[in-house]
């Protein structure tokens, strides 16, 4: 709103990077209180376990491995907070059959009309390392600090505002020491984190600061903040 992008009541998009559902469900009840959100879209990454589960309704974690990716906190099968979700939706009973079934098999599912009840709030795509690369480069070049979650859902986030007008808020997400990502996607190689920081932070060239490690902190801490913290 204060960049003239919304007008107050103007119903938006919210689009969370997620492995754990902790965002989305403050999200969730943002939207159960009045606030104008058409629907939330998860943006995770490789493990993409919610993205299936939110277009199919079958939750399936059987047969799957946990991938490493360069967005660690999103690297997770077993996503805590989604059974509040579901209480809220379906109720206590429901919803402790659901998990008993998740922890005892590995697997659960909503049926056809259940979905549809979660797809009225939710939707979710995900996208690969190299795929989320894309989102980093303009909010690197933009000095914009943001962590490597935010990656999938700016990337995604293009592709899905151009069929939809409405407008798009992306949670980003912040860490510091996680550069090595950003780096790679910006032309710049580094072993990992603690090499990236020597090499690559906000501002300067391409969005590249040179300097060593204490330097590239300070300034990054000194970026004005351009988010505004979700509390859940």
């Known amino acids: 709103m204060r960049q003239g992008e919304i007008g107050l009541g ?53 047969d799957r491995e946990l991938i490493l990716t360069e967005s660690p906190a999103m690297d997770i099968l077993k996503s805590s907070n989604i059974e509040r979700v579901l209480f809220d939706k379906f109720g206590a009973e429901q919803t402790r059959a659901w998990m008993e079934a998740l922890n005892e098999e590995g697997i659960f599912r ?7 009840m979660l797809q009225e709030d939710f939707a979710a795509v995900y996208s690969t390392d190299e795929e989320g690369a894309g989102g980093h480069r303009p909010l690197c070049r933009r000095g ?22 409405v407008p798009a808020i992306i949670y980003s997400t912040v860490s510091g020491p996680s550069s090595a990502h950003r780096g790679h996607a910006i032309g710049l190689e580094a072993e990992g984190d603690r090499e990236a920081l020597g090499t690559a ?32």
């Not at 914009?144 to 007008?165: D, N, V």
């Not at 590249?208 to 990054?220: C, N």
Request: no cysteine.
């Open 201 to 232: 932070g906000f501002g300067g060239k391409n969005g590249v600061s040179r300097g060593p490690p204490k330097v590239i902190l300070r300034r990054f801490f000194t970026k004005p903040d351009r988010s505004t913290p979700t509390f859940v």
């Open 10 to 62: 103007d119903e938006v998009y919210l689009i969370v990077p997620s492995g754990n559902f902790g965002n989305a469900l403050g999200a969730y009840y943002a939207k159960k209180a009045g606030l104008p959100i058409r629907r939330i879209l998860i943006a995770s990454n490789a493990n993409n376990i919610l993205t299936e589960w939110i277009e199919t309704g079958v939750y399936d974690i059987r």
């Open 110 to 116: 909503l049926d056809e009309a259940q979905l549809r």
């Open 144 to 165: 914009i600090p943001h962590g490597p979650p935010t990656a999938p859902a700016s990337r995604r986030s293009i592709s899905f505002g151009m069929i939809t007008a």
